[in-house]
C-alpha cells in the first residue's frame, strides 16, 4: 500500500494537490509515526538511543510543519473554492495515506497509536480551516 500511495502521488498534476498530498498529509502522518510512535516503542523495548540519532529530525518537522500549515492556511482563507478543492484533495487523499500506513503500524504500534497520529492530523486540518474524513473511526 505504501508504494502504490508513493506512485500514485508522482502522477498527480497539479502542484498545490502535491504540495499538500506530500506536506501535510504524508508528512505529518508519516513522521508522527515514524519519529514519535516509533520512537516510544524502540524506547519500550530499551533503544533509547535512537531517539537522541533522528533527535534533529524532530527539530526540523516543526519548521516545515509551520511552513506547511502556513501555506495551506493561506490558501483555503483566500476563497470559498479553494477551500472547497483543497477539501476535496484531503477527503481524497487522506484515507488513502492511512491505508498505506495500517499494515506496517497496526504490526508495530497498534491500533490506538494509528488513532492517536489521525487525532494529531485532524488537529492539523483544523487549524488550516479544513476537516478530517476520520477515515480509521
Do not use: C
Not at 524506547?43 to 529530525?57: C, P, S
Not at 511552513?67 to 495551506?72: A, D, L, M
Amino acid at each position: 500500500p505504501m508504494r502504490k500511495l508513493a506512485e500514485d502521488s508522482m502522477v498527480v498534476k497539479d502542484w498545490f494537490e502535491l504540495t499538500l498530498l506530500q506536506n501535510l498529509l504524508i508528512d505529518k502522518v508519516l513522521f508522527s509515526y515514524a519519529y514519535e510512535a516509533m520512537d516510544e516503542w524502540f524506547d519500550e523495548m530499551g533503544a533509547r538511543d535512537i531517539g537522541m540519532l533522528t533527535e534533529f529530525m524532530r527539530d526540523w518537522n516543526k519548521d516545515t510543519t509551520r511552513w506547511i500549515v502556513s501555506v495551506v492556511k493561506t490558501a483555503v482563507a483566500e476563497s470559498d473554492f479553494n477551500k472547497i478543492t483543497i477539501q476535496a484533495w484531503v477527503d481524497h487523499w487522506e484515507p488513502q495515506v492511512f491505508s498505506a500506513l495500517e499494515p506496517v503500524a497496526l504490526a508495530t504500534v497498534g491500533k490506538e497509536t494509528l488513532l492517536k497520529i489521525q487525532t494529531e492530523l485532524a488537529a492539523t486540518l483544523k487549524k488550516v480551516g479544513l476537516q478530517t474524513t476520520g477515515s480509521l473511526s
